[in-house]
């Protein structure tokens, strides 16, 4: 915070100083109250577009303030983000929100949902109308760098893929030269899409739709021959066309989608909320804590289990969390196997194979710092 | 009476700061200075929280590899060029639906709104329900049900519905054969550019010449064979050199030929239909405007039905019809941005959505789009306004 503040006194080129005597640095609390002249700028910018994301520095304070967290989520994709009939959320990315709401009120129903198209997402967390992103959104550079994200970790680890017609009597994606694919913009996808076709130099003809629920509809229609998207995505939309068993999965995955959800860049604060909040869901699977053994493992010896919990060291504190921040994450929401099960594996419709996303030590990829 | 009382005093120095003049351009200069002030403010403000928030900002993403491929697109691109070039992409797109959607809505509008003040009860009707329909459904349900009501009902590329003269129709959309032009071509060009000059030449001569001595001449049979006859007749003598590449079915898709995207086609049909209703009401609002004693008038001096509406009526009604036809067409160009519900690669859906997205620089990017919008608007309306100047009332 401090820093923050001088960061700030250097910044405000105030035009204004020299004329408005009364006008005395420390004056206001805030850096954003600093310059009567900036705050009429701020709003300005804010017109166009955003501009107030000097405000962001404080989102933990912001959403304990608020008393409910604002999550960007997928609000059409099963197993990730879509509300059922009765408005309940569920999904991989939905449990991670409310993860975050368990971690810091210790009530997993103290988040508001905005569901967001892909094009849309990341200008909704810029601007700060979420305050937190979990979409099935991959982890690249440029939207690290460029985009003022920062991902938090990886919560699913995924390729993408194609889907088509079995009458098309294709059996690899290298076969679909010349052909129409439908895909979502605003997406790694259609990138890669663009990359792979060139790369294996076949020609391509692609249908930009602003959501999967467009793009996939013209699939369904015929206007295209394939449908791609992430793996896990062909998984869930397969059960919304027409009639599944006409549609395959080809076998062929064209790219690395590590999907994470992300903050906004320059709150280090509320970037350690929300990565330790995925790291306890991890760990906690490791350790063997799940959502029915928690209050047994309490009372655990072991000292990794100790400390996760809050029983032993102040690591919630440290965090600007409560004590039991992850023994609530947990209780409420369960661990990263418990989540993954229920939403996209074994005991979902969708029953996709853990595959990369077993933990470290059963051979996948899913691995957590400890929490000391 | 003024200038009397002070004849006696000597004139009355005014200062130079109490001088209305000087004082008013004085605000306008403060006006001005504060406003360019805020934008400077602003923009400072913007492009600082931008880079604390880890943000690019600056048009340097202009010269970046886009990376993506654009179905339709009227300049050569490929997914390895720059940002800079799908916004041309885009901005080609969006004015050519915006021009043809005006051709075709203005045409339709006119017969539409004719038609409603027709004698014959049929017609009347089904004008007024033409109107009535499309004019209360948002047009966005039109251009859904356009796409996905025409797509369904295409067939399959292997049952493509054959249109004789080579061109094919299925769910990839409509392909037609591609004139190729051969050499001696160019002679038929030229002979149409020669026939084009010489009827407008020929109609002046005309009218002059009517205008002097009341007779009248062949204008519309001698324009005809200069416009299409003699470049026929070139056309016959250089031995037909014309050729055309046929649309042939591959594996996916037909390639050759001019494509024309079912999403482009349901976008127009949409933008066109849609706004031919409104532009309907205006026409009939504007023939209405016109007095019937006009008609009367010119009845009695002998002039049949054609003539009194061409001669009499349409001029004076379009005094009354262009201004609202001009914000027909605007919100027509605006409305085309709804492009981007059905997958019509237009500048919003290329630039605003995949671009903005990409980069992440939705100042800049929602700038330019809104300059673009504005510009060609304007534009718009500079020429309406121009024309209507041209055909005002002159009041003598
Ligand atoms: N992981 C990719 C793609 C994410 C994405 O948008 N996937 C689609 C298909 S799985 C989706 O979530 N669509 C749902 C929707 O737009 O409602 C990215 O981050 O760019």
Redesign the interface.
Known sequence: MARDKRDAEE?C?C?LRGILATHKSGAFTTHEWGCP??K???I??LA???????A?AQTLKTVKDRGILNCGSNGSLAGFGLPDAQGKWAGLDVDFCRAVAAAVFGDDKKVKFVPLS???R??AL?SGEVDVLARNTTWTS??D????LNFVGVNYYDGQGFMVRTA?KVKSALE?????VCVQ??TTT??N???YF?ANKMK???????TSN??L??YD???C?AYTTDASGLYSERLRVANAAEHIVLPEIISKEPLGPAV???DDQWFDVAKWTLNAMINAEELGITSANVAEMAKSDNPDIKRLLGTEGNFGEQLGLPKDWAFNIIKLVGNYGESFDRNVGSGSPLKIDRGLNKLWSKGGLQYAPPVR | MSIDLRAGSPPARVPFYNDPKVRSIAYQVALCAVIG???W??????I???R?????SGFGFWEQTA?????QSMISYT??STYGRAFWVGLLNTLLVAAIGIVFATIIGFIVGIARLSKNWLVNKAASGYVEIIRNIPLLLQLLFWY?AV??ALP?LRDSVKIPGGAFLN??GLFMPEPVAQSGFQFVLIALAAGIIGSIVYYRWAKKRQDKTGQQAPVFLVSLGLIVGVPLAVFFAAGLPLTFSYPEA????M?GGIEVL??FAALLFGLSIYTAAFIAEVVRAGIRAVSHGQTEASYSLGLRSPPTLRLIVVPQAMRVIIPPLTSQYLNLTKNSTLA????Y?DLV?IFT??V????????EV??ITMAVYLTISLTTSLFMNIYNSRIALVER
């Open positions: 910044h080129a035009p002249m900036k009429i700028a701020s300005i910018a166009v577009v955003f501009g107030a994301t000097s962001s892909a094009k849309d990341f200008t810029q440029s939207r760098s460029q985009l003022g098309l679909l030269g010349d052909a129409s913009q605003g259609e990138l899409l663009a990359d060139r391509l003809k692609t249908v930009t739709f602003a467009e793009a509809k013209a229609t015929g206007r021959d906004r860049h320059g | 002030f805020l934008v403010g602003a923009a400072s403000n913007a600082d929280n931008l604390k928030a880890n943000i690019a990376g993506f491929d654009i179905s997914n390895q996905n797509l369904k399959d769910n990839r591959g594996r996916f898709n390639s079912p999403e981007v519900a059905i997958g690669p859906q959505g995949t903005l997205n990409q980069t992440g620089q939705a100042v929602v700038a």
